[in-house]
Each structure stands twice: as structure tokens, then as C-alpha cells.
């Protein structure tokens, strides 16, 4: 299951215990985040769990301090982080997109 995350130090702390984490920005409002999260989901416990990649979720309007941190904009936004240090940005729920920047980065 997809851990969500209510605090910037609660991000950072997740971003420094795994090498690979994909978070997801996200909105209650947010049609395309609501359709997106199953498949996320789904990714996460078949695929990317296995891999070691960690899987995050940050509500932006719970969790603001976050959001402004990363500077999301837009929602959904993905980021992928490697040892604490952001490699990817994707804006928008494009499932494609975000498994080939998993994939390109979990080496």
C-alpha cells in the first residue's frame, strides 16, 4: 500500500531512507489524480515494490509546506528522487511517463 505523507520532515526522512522514491503530488479535488492512484497502486505492489522503489503520496492542500518545497503547480505532479535528490518531474497522470522515469532511474 501506498504510504502517504503528512509533513515535509516526514517527506525528507522517506526520501533519505530509500534510494529510489517516487512521490506523487496529489489533490482530493483532483480528477485525474483519483483516476490515476489505482494504477499507481497497482504498479506499486506488482512491479515497483519488488525493484526497491518506494512509493509516496503528498496531499498538497494537507501538506503545504511540501508543495511549496518542491514547487508543484499543477496536480497530479510525479518526482523521482535517488538518494535524496530529485532526477524526474512529471506533470500530469500519464502512467507511461512515470514508469519510464522509474525505470530510467532505478539503476
Not at 34 to 61: L, N, T
Request: with cysteine.
Amino acid at each position: 500500500m501506498v504510504k502517504q505523507i503528512a509533513t515535509l520532515e516526514a517527506l525528507q526522512k522517506e526520501l533519505s531512507e530509500h534510494k529510489v522514491v517516487l512521490v506523487d503530488f496529489f489533490a482530493e479535488w483532483c480528477g485525474p489524480c483519483k483516476r490515476i492512484a489505482p494504477e499507481i497502486e497497482s504498479q506499486y505492489e506488482k512491479v515497483w515494490k519488488a525493484q526497491g522503489v518506494h512509493v509516496v503520496k503528498v496531499d498538497v492542500d494537507e501538506n503545504d509546506d511540501a508543495a511549496k518545497h518542491y514547487k508543484i503547480q499543477a496536480m497530479p505532479t510525479f518526482k523521482v528522487f535517488v538518494n535524496g535528490k530529485e532526477v524526474a518531474d512529471i506533470v500530469g497522470a500519464s502512467l507511461d511517463k512515470i514508469k519510464k522515469a522509474v525505470e530510467d532511474n532505478r539503476h
